[in-house]
Protein backbone atom coordinates (compact mmCIF):
# COMPACT_ATOMS: atom_id res chain seq x y z
CA UNK A 1 0.00 0.00 0.00
CA UNK A 2 1.75 3.02 -1.32
CA UNK A 3 1.46 6.41 1.22
CA UNK A 4 -1.10 8.18 -0.52
CA UNK A 5 -3.50 5.31 -0.76
CA UNK A 6 -2.95 4.92 3.47
CA UNK A 7 -5.54 5.24 5.83
CA UNK A 8 -5.37 6.30 9.25
CA UNK A 9 -7.31 4.27 11.85
CA UNK A 10 -10.17 6.54 11.80
CA UNK A 11 -10.85 6.05 8.35
CA UNK A 12 -9.62 9.27 6.99
CA UNK A 13 -6.81 9.17 4.20
CA UNK A 14 -3.32 9.36 5.66
CA UNK A 15 -1.34 12.43 3.72
CA UNK A 16 2.53 13.07 3.30
CA UNK A 17 4.73 15.33 4.47
CA UNK A 18 3.93 18.02 7.40
CA UNK A 19 1.05 19.53 8.30
CA UNK A 20 -0.27 22.49 6.30
CA UNK A 21 0.10 25.42 8.51
CA UNK A 22 -1.07 29.40 7.85
CA UNK A 23 0.56 32.85 8.70
CA UNK A 24 -2.28 34.64 10.46
CA UNK A 25 0.15 37.20 10.95
CA UNK A 26 -0.23 39.28 7.75
CA UNK A 27 -3.66 39.72 8.48
CA UNK A 28 -5.27 43.08 9.57
CA UNK A 29 -5.98 42.96 13.38
CA UNK A 30 -9.35 45.58 12.30
CA UNK A 31 -11.60 45.32 9.49
CA UNK A 32 -15.03 47.01 8.90
CA UNK A 33 -18.45 46.67 6.84
CA UNK A 34 -19.40 43.21 5.82
CA UNK A 35 -15.97 41.83 6.69
CA UNK A 36 -16.85 42.74 10.49
CA UNK A 37 -19.01 40.14 11.84
CA UNK A 38 -20.64 42.32 14.55
CA UNK A 39 -22.26 44.05 11.51
CA UNK A 40 -24.16 41.21 10.77
CA UNK A 41 -25.14 40.75 13.64
CA UNK A 42 -26.14 44.32 13.85
CA UNK A 43 -28.33 43.43 10.17
CA UNK A 44 -29.69 40.83 12.29
CA UNK A 45 -31.19 43.19 15.26
CA UNK A 46 -32.61 45.66 12.36
CA UNK A 47 -34.21 42.52 11.08
CA UNK A 48 -35.78 41.99 14.19
CA UNK A 49 -36.38 44.62 15.14
CA UNK A 50 -37.71 46.60 11.42
CA UNK A 51 -40.59 43.52 11.77
CA UNK A 52 -41.73 44.34 14.98
CA UNK A 53 -42.26 48.07 13.74
CA UNK A 54 -43.45 46.72 10.51
CA UNK A 55 -46.35 44.77 12.98
CA UNK A 56 -47.15 47.20 15.29
CA UNK A 57 -47.86 49.44 11.90
CA UNK A 58 -50.18 46.66 10.19
CA UNK A 59 -51.77 46.41 13.72
CA UNK A 60 -52.87 50.24 13.18
CA UNK A 61 -54.05 50.50 9.74
CA UNK A 62 -56.22 47.14 11.03
CA UNK A 63 -57.68 48.91 13.82
CA UNK A 64 -58.50 51.70 11.74
CA UNK A 65 -60.62 50.00 9.63
CA UNK A 66 -62.88 49.48 12.48
CA UNK A 67 -63.74 53.34 13.08
CA UNK A 68 -65.96 55.27 10.83
CA UNK A 69 -64.08 57.98 12.01
CA UNK A 70 -59.89 58.25 12.76
CA UNK A 71 -59.72 58.94 15.64
CA UNK A 72 -62.71 57.96 16.99
CA UNK A 73 -64.46 60.66 18.73
CA UNK A 74 -64.27 62.76 21.00
CA UNK A 75 -60.42 62.03 20.77
CA UNK A 76 -58.39 64.98 18.85
CA UNK A 77 -56.10 64.81 16.43
CA UNK A 78 -52.34 64.26 17.72
CA UNK A 79 -50.49 67.67 17.57
CA UNK A 80 -47.63 67.92 15.05
CA UNK A 81 -45.18 70.28 16.37
CA UNK A 82 -43.40 68.36 18.75
CA UNK A 83 -43.12 64.93 16.57
CA UNK A 84 -42.13 67.17 13.76
CA UNK A 85 -39.30 68.76 15.72
CA UNK A 86 -38.02 65.46 17.12
CA UNK A 87 -38.03 63.71 13.57
CA UNK A 88 -35.83 66.49 12.31
CA UNK A 89 -33.11 66.11 15.22
CA UNK A 90 -33.18 62.38 14.38
CA UNK A 91 -32.62 63.15 11.49
CA UNK A 92 -29.89 65.31 11.79
CA UNK A 93 -28.04 62.48 14.12
CA UNK A 94 -27.18 60.78 10.93
CA UNK A 95 -24.97 63.32 9.89
CA UNK A 96 -22.26 63.43 12.97
CA UNK A 97 -22.47 59.55 13.03
CA UNK A 98 -21.32 59.45 9.54
CA UNK A 99 -18.89 61.45 10.49
CA UNK A 100 -17.66 59.67 13.48
CA UNK A 101 -17.72 56.36 10.97
CA UNK A 102 -15.29 57.98 8.42
CA UNK A 103 -12.96 59.19 10.91
CA UNK A 104 -12.86 55.45 12.63
CA UNK A 105 -12.08 54.09 9.31
CA UNK A 106 -9.35 56.67 9.04
CA UNK A 107 -8.11 55.60 13.00
CA UNK A 108 -8.39 59.66 13.73
CA UNK A 109 -8.98 59.89 16.97
CA UNK A 110 -9.77 63.61 17.65
CA UNK A 111 -12.27 64.08 14.42
CA UNK A 112 -13.97 60.75 15.76
CA UNK A 113 -14.63 62.06 19.29
CA UNK A 114 -16.09 65.12 18.31
CA UNK A 115 -18.71 63.55 16.21
CA UNK A 116 -20.03 60.90 18.71
CA UNK A 117 -19.86 64.13 21.28
CA UNK A 118 -22.15 65.96 18.84
CA UNK A 119 -24.49 62.80 18.00
CA UNK A 120 -24.99 61.67 21.74
CA UNK A 121 -25.88 65.67 22.36
CA UNK A 122 -28.63 65.10 19.88
CA UNK A 123 -29.71 61.71 20.38
CA UNK A 124 -30.43 62.79 24.18
CA UNK A 125 -32.57 65.78 22.81
CA UNK A 126 -34.59 62.76 20.76
CA UNK A 127 -34.97 60.81 23.71
CA UNK A 128 -36.42 63.65 25.81
CA UNK A 129 -38.49 64.91 23.10
CA UNK A 130 -40.14 61.38 23.01
CA UNK A 131 -41.66 62.07 26.42
CA UNK A 132 -43.50 64.74 24.80
CA UNK A 133 -44.26 63.28 21.40
CA UNK A 134 -45.89 60.50 23.87
CA UNK A 135 -48.26 63.36 25.15
CA UNK A 136 -48.76 64.59 21.80
CA UNK A 137 -50.70 61.91 20.36
CA UNK A 138 -53.12 63.22 22.93
CA UNK A 139 -54.61 60.18 23.96
CA UNK A 140 -53.96 57.29 26.59
CA UNK A 141 -52.74 53.79 25.37
CA UNK A 142 -55.49 52.21 27.13
CA UNK A 143 -58.39 54.63 26.16
CA UNK A 144 -59.14 52.63 23.35
CA UNK A 145 -57.77 50.62 20.24
CA UNK A 146 -56.82 53.67 18.61
CA UNK A 147 -54.75 55.10 21.64
CA UNK A 148 -53.44 51.66 22.22
CA UNK A 149 -52.01 51.26 18.49
CA UNK A 150 -50.95 54.12 18.24
CA UNK A 151 -48.86 53.95 21.64
CA UNK A 152 -47.87 50.58 20.56
CA UNK A 153 -46.10 51.96 17.42
CA UNK A 154 -44.66 54.87 19.11
CA UNK A 155 -43.88 53.06 22.04
CA UNK A 156 -41.98 49.98 20.59
CA UNK A 157 -39.44 53.04 18.42
CA UNK A 158 -39.00 54.67 21.60
CA UNK A 159 -37.42 51.41 23.25
CA UNK A 160 -35.00 51.18 19.98
CA UNK A 161 -34.36 55.25 20.79
CA UNK A 162 -33.71 54.57 24.75
CA UNK A 163 -31.14 51.65 24.01
CA UNK A 164 -29.55 52.89 21.13
CA UNK A 165 -28.56 56.21 23.38
CA UNK A 166 -26.96 54.82 26.11
CA UNK A 167 -25.11 52.50 23.12
CA UNK A 168 -24.10 55.44 21.76
CA UNK A 169 -23.17 57.25 25.08
CA UNK A 170 -20.62 53.95 26.20
CA UNK A 171 -18.85 53.64 22.46
CA UNK A 172 -18.36 57.51 23.38
CA UNK A 173 -17.21 57.21 26.87
CA UNK A 174 -15.07 54.39 25.58
CA UNK A 175 -13.52 56.47 23.07
CA UNK A 176 -11.95 59.04 25.59
CA UNK A 177 -10.96 56.30 28.33
CA UNK A 178 -7.51 54.78 28.22
CA UNK A 179 -9.02 51.26 27.18
CA UNK A 180 -9.79 52.20 23.47
CA UNK A 181 -8.95 49.33 21.29
CA UNK A 182 -8.31 49.34 17.60
CA UNK A 183 -10.78 47.15 17.36
CA UNK A 184 -13.45 49.28 18.79
CA UNK A 185 -12.93 51.45 16.06
CA UNK A 186 -15.14 49.19 13.91
CA UNK A 187 -17.75 49.36 16.05
CA UNK A 188 -18.13 53.05 16.05
CA UNK A 189 -18.77 52.70 12.79
CA UNK A 190 -21.48 49.86 13.63
CA UNK A 191 -22.85 52.47 15.84
CA UNK A 192 -23.17 54.60 12.89
CA UNK A 193 -24.82 52.19 10.51
CA UNK A 194 -27.47 50.94 13.17
CA UNK A 195 -27.99 54.85 13.71
CA UNK A 196 -29.16 54.93 9.94
CA UNK A 197 -31.83 52.35 10.27
CA UNK A 198 -33.07 53.71 13.72
CA UNK A 199 -33.72 57.17 12.05
CA UNK A 200 -34.96 56.14 8.71
CA UNK A 201 -37.24 53.74 10.70
CA UNK A 202 -38.62 56.15 12.23
CA UNK A 203 -40.01 57.74 8.89
CA UNK A 204 -42.93 55.79 8.26
CA UNK A 205 -43.95 55.66 11.99
CA UNK A 206 -44.13 59.36 12.13
CA UNK A 207 -46.25 59.63 8.76
CA UNK A 208 -48.64 57.00 9.78
CA UNK A 209 -49.62 57.61 13.51
CA UNK A 210 -48.99 61.54 13.42
CA UNK A 211 -49.97 62.43 9.91
CA UNK A 212 -52.45 59.60 8.77
CA UNK A 213 -55.50 60.45 11.29
CA UNK A 214 -55.42 63.72 8.73
CA UNK A 215 -55.46 61.17 5.40
CA UNK A 216 -56.82 58.13 6.47
Known sequence: MTAASAIEPDGTPATDGPPQTFDAGSLPDVVFGARNLASWATVGFMLIEGTTLVIALTAYLYVRRNFPEWPPPPTPLPDLLIPTLN?????????????????ARAFDVRSMRRALLVATALSAVNVALRFFELDALNTRWDSHAYGS???LAV?????????DFIESATITALTF??????????????????????????????????WGPRWL
Open 149 to 151: VAW
Open 177 to 210: SRNLQRKHFSDVEDAAFYQYFLSLSWLPVYGLVY
Open 87 to 103: TIVLLLVIVPMVLAAHA
Open 155 to 163: GLHSTLLLV
